[in-house]
């Protein structure tokens, strides 16, 4: 009977109130689909299992932890890596989209029906007891599938074989030719997702953004330089149109980060992968260094770091996913005369890594860092031009060159990308193989 619906792989969502038959209907139709199947409900956390038997609603709060494991079960699939059919009661808008920002490619079945004629089924079931107020909590709660969702509406009153049939059919017809001669979505394929980069109008910050935009990724821009960010925008813009944003801010102003990333979600979406790289350098001996200048590398190498991320994770965490890829250095692990500063923040940004792994990994992130070599860039013109130092660098680099901002835009994507899920708290190093060797 399913031997024309493949999905594409997509997960399948069956979703309804207690009595509309999801569990029954959901176990048939990952029967028919060659699929495992999950009863949603049985993945609450037990103070939830203990409200529902006693009658008393769930509110969102409760059901966070439960949308958590939902979304981890879509997105992973069963033990072999294959797209789960998973029922769950009680999915308004606002979960499913939660749901759907973790696994987007989820298929939604509602299975719907007349309030009255649930309530008799749930009164003909000896074995189980719905209190009234449960019920209508869950009538209330589940939203109609709106247009821009992909799913299918199953009118529930007519035998489980019919509904079944029924939905089977309408899940063929989200089938289209075109779907299904389509390649799958690859791993590094970061189409309709918004990346944020500070620091971002030019440099190593611009070219990952480039790498990004090609990936497909929704790009916003970053700086202080509203004319140097508009140029950049432009430039970016002439190859991936709509797709590249600027925005101007102060990565350093709690206050400006805050009101630019509300900003920038309400106004193109959620951010889905932030990458910090503003930064700056200042070259004196230490004894030399006044604490203004000290204050100003940290707090635009690190604290920027950490009110952007902080920013950014709020609602990442609210959603279930993330990425944030900190831009470190080699600087991370190793130290030279006259860059104290720098030095002390990118080890600190490198730890800073490590403690938003700590914190928000469990709620979905993926927290990592890239730490670049001796990358030829306009900061580091200077030392290029120098005989000495660059004989140096060649000399103490593996692969005999400095590096190009082009080579990190691989390790980028990568961690931007589904390829990363599993990553977390790393420092990738990108650097020749400088700080593996003595």
């Excluded at 409760?62 to 939902?70: F, K, S």
């Excluded at 990994?361 to 130092?389: C, K, R, S, W």
């Amino acid at each position: 009977m399913a031997a024309s619906v493949t999905l594409s792989g997509r997960p399948v969502v069956v979703m309804g109130v207690s009595g509309s038959g999801k569990t029954t209907v959901g176990s048939r139709l990952a029967r028919e689909l060659d699929r495992h199947f999950l009863d949603g409900d049985d993945l609450h956390p037990r103070e939830n299992r203990a409200k529902m038997a006693a009658g008393i609603p769930l509110d969102d709060d409760d059901r966070r932890p439960w949308l958590e494991e939902i979304s981890l079960r879509l997105r992973s699939g069963d033990d072999a890596g294959h797209p789960l059919v998973i029922a769950c009661s009680a999915l308004k808008r606002s979960y499913r989209d939660i749901l759907t920002s973790l696994a987007p490619s989820t298929v939604f079945v509602h299975l719907a029906g007349d309030p009255a004629v649930i309530g008799d089924r749930m009164r003909a079931r000896d074995h189980e007891f719905m209190p009234a107020t449960l019920l209508a909590s869950q009538v209330a709660v589940l939203e109609p599938l709106g247009d821009d969702e992909g799913g299918v509406v199953i009118d529930i009153t007519r035998s489980p074989d019919d509904v079944v049939g029924a939905a089977l059919a309408a899940l063929a017809s989200l089938e289209t030719p075109e779907a299904q001669d389509a390649p799958e979505r690859g791993l590094f394929d970061l189409t309709g997702r918004m990346c944020l980069v500070t620091g971002s109008s030019r440099g190593i910050g611009n070219v990952i953004a480039r790498g990004l935009a090609d990936a497909g990724a929704t790009v916003v821009l970053n700086g202080v330089d509203p004319g140097r960010l508009a140029a950049a925008r432009e430039n970016l813009a002439a190859t991936h149109g709509d797709r590249i944003h600027a925005r101007a801010f102060d990565v350093t102003d709690q206050g400006a980060v805050a009101d630019a990333v509300a900003a920038i979600e309400a106004e193109l979406g959620p951010v889905g992968v932030l990458v910090n790289n503003a930064g700056i350098q200042h070259r004196e001996p230490l004894l030399d260094v006044s604490v203004e200048d000290w204050n100003r590398v940290l707090t635009t190498d690190l604290t920027s770091a950490f009110l952007v991320g902080r920013e950014v994770a709020r609602s990442m965490i609210a959603r279930g996913r993330g990425k944030i890829i900190n831009i470190a250095s080699v600087q991370a692990d190793l130290a030279r005369p006259s860059i104290g500063p720098y030095t002390a923040a990118k080890g600190g940004l490198r730890n800073l890594t490590r403690a938003m792994t700590a914190e928000w990994a469990g709620a979905g992130l993926q927290i990592n860092a890239i730490a670049p070599g001796y990358i030829h860039t306009e900061m580091t013109q200077p030392l290029v031009d120098d005989p000495e130092f660059n004989a140096f660098i060649l000399r103490r680099t593996p692969a005999a060159r400095w590096g190009a901002t082009r080579d990190l835009v691989g390790p980028a994507v990568w961690l931007a990308s589904d390829g990363s899920d599993f990553v977390n708290g790393q420092v990738i190093f990108v650097d020749g193989g400088m700080t593996v060797i003595v």
